[in-house]
């Protein structure tokens, strides 16, 4: 009868621990940073425009034409998918 209470016990501990943290916000600024720190191309993937939110050649409206975006640094633009588009506005 002990060890039931004692893996009941347990089980209840763990099951608050595992409940708290499923209710939590994740950290916005981690969130944020993955979406505008993005490597940006040229569509056919030969020049990079930088790094940043925008790519630096006035693309900023969203869409396809004039820039890709990457988040992962050592992406292949001429073979993998970006994670944006921009456009000319």
């Known amino acids: ?3 039931l209470k ?3 016990a347990a089980l209840l501990i763990a099951g608050g621990a595992i409940g ?7 950290d916005s600024s981690k969130v944020n ?3 505008t720190n993005l490597h940006w191309y040229t ?6 425009l930088g790094v940043g939110e925008n790519p630096n ?6 869409g396809k034409g004039c820039a890709i975006g990457f ?3 050592n992406a292949d633009p001429t073979v ?5 588009t921009r456009a000319f506005n």
């Open 71 to 73: 988040s992962d640094p």
């Open 43 to 48: 569509p056919d993937g030969q020049t990079s």
């Open 80 to 84: 993998d998918t970006p994670d944006q």
């Open 33 to 35: 940073n993955q979406q």
């Open 57 to 62: 050649n006035g693309c900023i409206a969203e």
């Open 20 to 26: 708290a943290f499923a209710f939590t916000k994740a």
């Open 6 to 8: 004692t893996a009941v």
């Open 1 to 3: 009868m002990k060890t």
